[in-house]
């Protein structure tokens, strides 16, 4: 016999005597069966008796026959207590047997889901506060986490996603996919290795940080299979992943959270940071971002404003100037990488500097250039072409 979850996902089963079907092996030894077999298992329901009278399916490795009494409590559908007709015929007294053995499980499994519902809404409640922004509920919720063991590691960093969508409003399917993300990374991590949080659009992740020299690679390769997980279950334009800078202090889990959503937010906003991003690797725009956006908008130099928001006929030079500014003012590598000669590329450089008034030769001009040119990317100004 055994006993499967609704989904047919192993619970418990005896010793088997004789030889094993490829689908009781599989069930044993990874606890699931392939989508198809569960198909096939909700069509063979018997109504006249409410047993589940599964006939063999060779193409799915089902060669055995079984007879299924459903786990039921209040109406509710709980899993199965199953009969392998490979152990001989059925007779009323066993089927008497599996019946009370279902009663008693429904009680069983029940409990068991009130249990865990309570465990999860105690960690939901805890991780909640641990990255809300009350700074004594956060040093309380760090406490109580350490203190009941439910995350152990010493070094942590935090791992932001996030759904994007033109109008900024996430579906139902988009907390599906984000909810299914989390599930793929939560099975390759101990428990205590990860707390998560789910909101509207949003997934966060505290998560203990690999060993060893490769760990913030190890990091953003997982924030890029959360990424690509969410990304096969939704139609959103994109899903941004950002991950925060180490820490070792549970109590710092907010600020680690910010600093991840403040690298998926530079990311989306200036268009050119990889969908994966790290924060340390925002340079300047970690701290521009931090700035209002009204306040970084009278920052940009008049002359420099003038030339972006001039639009297609002044594209180039802006594409130009950025590439000089990018290179430290290296006209071979600025020439090369524009296909420009570099005639052409001194020209563009004069006529930019008669348009905006800015002296390239001098180094605080410059900097005003390039700053300007940073903050109209992230406050939409200046768009990134690609």
Same mark, same amino acid.
Not at 21 to 34: F, G, T
Not at 61 to 77: E, F, M, V, Y
Not at 237 to 242: F, T
Not at 309 to 322: I, R, W
């Given at each position: 016999?055994?006993?499967?979850?609704?989904?047919?996902?192993?619970?418990?089963?005896?010793?088997?005597?004789?030889?094993?079907?490829?689908?009781?092996?599989?069930?044993?030894?990874?606890?699931?069966?392939?989508?198809?077999?569960?198909?096939?298992?909700?069509?063979?329901?018997?109504?006249?008796?409410?047993?589940?009278?599964?006939?063999?399916?060779?193409?799915?490795?089902?060669?055995?026959?079984?007879?299924?009494?459903?786990?039921?409590?209040?109406?509710?559908? %709980?899993?199965?207590?199953?009969?392998?007709?490979?152990? @001989? &015929? *059925?007779?009323? !007294?066993? $089927?008497? +047997?599996?019946?009370? =053995?279902?009663?008693?499980?429904?009680?069983?499994?029940?409990?068991?889901?009130?249990?865990?519902?309570?465990?999860?809404?105690?960690?939901?409640?805890?991780?909640?506060?641990?990255?809300?922004?009350?700074?004594?509920?956060?040093?309380?919720?760090?406490?109580?986490?350490?203190?009941?063991?439910?995350?152990?590691?010493?070094?942590?960093?935090?791992?932001?996603?996030?759904?994007?969508?033109?109008?900024?409003?996430?579906?139902?399917?988009?907390?599906?996919?984000?909810?299914?993300?989390?599930?793929?990374?939560?099975?390759?991590?101990?428990?205590?290795?990860?707390?998560?949080?789910?909101?509207?659009? %949003?997934?966060?992740?505290?998560?203990?940080?690999?060993? @060893? &020299? *490769?760990?913030? !690679?190890? $990091?953003? +390769?997982?924030?890029? =299979?959360?990424?690509?997980?969410?990304?096969?279950?939704?139609?959103?334009?994109?899903?941004?992943?950002?991950?925060?800078?180490?820490?070792?202090?549970?109590?710092?889990?907010?600020?680690?959270?910010?600093?991840?959503?403040?690298?998926?937010?530079?990311?989306?906003?200036?268009?050119?940071?990889?969908?994966?991003?790290?924060?340390?690797?925002?340079?300047?725009?970690?701290?521009?971002?931090?700035?209002?956006?009204?306040?970084?908008?009278?920052?940009?130099?008049?002359?420099?404003?003038?030339?972006?928001?001039?639009?297609?006929?002044?594209?180039?030079?802006?594409?130009?100037?950025?590439?000089?500014?990018?290179?430290?003012?290296?006209?071979?590598?600025?020439?090369?990488?524009?296909?420009?000669?570099?005639?052409?590329?001194?020209?563009?450089?004069?006529?930019?500097?008669?348009?905006?008034?800015?002296?390239?030769?001098?180094?605080?001009?410059?900097?005003?250039?390039?700053?300007?040119?940073?903050?109209?990317?992230?406050?939409?100004?200046?768009?990134?072409?690609?």
């Amino acid at each position: 016999m055994a006993i499967d979850d609704a989904r047919l996902h192993l619970l418990a089963h005896s010793p088997h005597r004789g030889e094993v079907d490829p689908a009781r092996a599989e069930s044993i030894l990874r606890r699931q069966v392939p989508r198809e077999l569960v198909d096939h298992v909700y069509t063979c329901r018997d109504d006249a008796t409410g047993r589940y009278l599964v006939t063999p399916r060779p193409g799915l490795g089902l060669t055995d026959a079984r007879i299924g009494c459903p786990i039921l409590h209040q109406g509710s559908l %709980l899993g199965f207590v199953w009969l392998l007709g490979s152990e @001989g &015929p *059925t007779d009323g !007294a066993h $089927l008497a +047997a599996a019946e009370q =053995a279902a009663a008693q499980a429904a009680i069983l499994i029940h409990r068991e889901h009130l249990r865990a519902g309570s465990a999860r809404e105690h960690l939901t409640d805890l991780v909640d506060r641990l990255l809300g922004d009350d700074d004594s509920a956060r040093t309380s919720a760090a406490g109580t986490i350490r203190a009941e063991s439910l995350f152990t590691a010493t070094t942590y960093a935090v791992i932001a996603a996030e759904i994007e969508r033109p109008d900024d409003r996430p579906t139902e399917q988009d907390q599906l996919a984000l909810a299914s993300g989390l599930a793929a990374i939560r099975s390759r991590r101990l428990p205590q290795d990860l707390l998560t949080l789910e909101r509207p659009g %949003l997934a966060l992740l505290v998560i203990a940080e690999p060993p @060893g &020299p *490769t760990s913030r !690679a190890e $990091l953003l +390769a997982l924030g890029g =299979a959360l990424r690509a997980a969410v990304l096969s279950s939704t139609d959103a334009a994109n899903c941004r992943v950002g991950l925060s800078r180490s820490r070792d202090d549970l109590a710092d889990a907010g600020v680690a959270a910010n600093e991840a959503r403040r690298a998926v937010r530079v990311a989306r906003r200036v268009g050119t940071v990889d969908d994966v991003t790290a924060v340390e690797t925002l340079g300047v725009y970690e701290l521009l971002d931090q700035v209002p956006d009204a306040a970084l908008a009278v920052m940009i130099h008049p002359g420099l404003r003038d030339l972006i928001t001039q639009g297609a006929k002044s594209d180039s030079l802006v594409q130009t100037l950025e590439v000089f500014l990018d290179n430290a003012g290296d006209v071979r590598a600025a020439s090369e990488q524009l296909f420009a000669h570099r005639t052409s590329l001194y020209y563009r450089l004069r006529r930019i500097q008669e348009l905006t008034g800015l002296d390239l030769s001098n180094g605080d001009d410059r900097f005003i250039a390039h700053l300007g040119l940073r903050i109209a990317r992230l406050t939409g100004v200046h768009r990134h072409a690609g």
